[in-house]
């Protein structure tokens, strides 16, 4: 049975994600301060939720810290993306996250079939949304570290799916498919409400079956 805490922290954390996901839908002054709230909530419930898992439990040991640091970096990129947002921080705190899941998935067994079709859907993100972002950040003066940020996340999904669990498959790819809904919004000017809710959506998602996945 997993711990009192941890189930309270991870329901919670599920919680205040559909606190902003309202928030974002709403937009404006009152709710932006909500989302403020919320956001970097989701990832540090998130972060209690795994210190209160036992280590017993877990299919891995050793990859608790790991996700720990993935959490609180992401929770830093959370609030430096918040308006009016720091994009440079905001890119180096989820490399960071990125490079910690990246650290903790390659801990898990995995098979070669998997590893090469997450090898087939990077190289198909790579060459073509993540082309088109790399060269839209060129106006801002940013391509190479998108262009790393790119190989990083790719990386990181591919080791994930390399597993062949489910919810690491689909976390991963949550994540790539929420920050180049990101980057499409920032670098391509497709700003739009819907495209901000598909964007924390798909993130919050992502964390939270990245997480589960690490934690089974």
């Known amino acids: 049975m997993p711990p009192p805490l941890a189930v309270a922290a991870f329901l919670a954390a ?12 709403k937009g404006g ?11 970097p909530l989701v990832p540090a419930l998130l972060a209690i939720g795994v210190l209160a898992w036992p280590e017993a439990s877990m299919a891995v040991p050793g990859v608790r ?8 970096a992401s929770l830093v990129g959370d609030v430096l993306l ?7 921080g905001g890119l180096v705190a989820f490399l960071v ?36 972002l790399v060269l839209a ?11 790393a940020y790119l190989v990083v996340i790719c990386a990181m999904a ?22 180049t809904l990101l980057g499409w919004g920032t670098f391509r000017g497709a700003d739009s409400r819907n495209r901000r809710v ?6 919050h998602l992502a964390q939270l079956l990245l997480v589960l996945a690490l934690l089974a």
């Open 65 to 72: 810290p790991w996700i720990v640091i993935a959490l609180v």
């Open 29 to 39: 002054t009152r709710w932006i301060r909500v989302e403020r709230v919320a956001k």
């Open 82 to 88: 918040l308006p009016p947002g720091r994009l440079t």
């Open 198 to 203: 598909a964007v924390i959506v798909t993130y």
């Open 137 to 147: 950040a060129r106006g801002a003066g940013l391509a190479a570290p998108v262009a």
């Open 14 to 25: 599920i919680a205040a994600a559909l606190v902003d996901w309202i928030a974002v839908f």
């Open 97 to 132: 996250a990125h490079l910690a899941y990246l650290a903790a998935f390659v801990q898990l067994p995995g098979s070669v079939p998997w590893l090469v079709a997450g090898l087939v859907v990077a190289v198909v993100v790579a060459a073509t949304a993540g082309r088109a």
């Open 158 to 179: 591919v080791a994930a799916t390399r597993t062949g669990m489910p919810a690491a498959v689909a976390g991963a790819w949550l994540f790539v498919t929420s920050d």
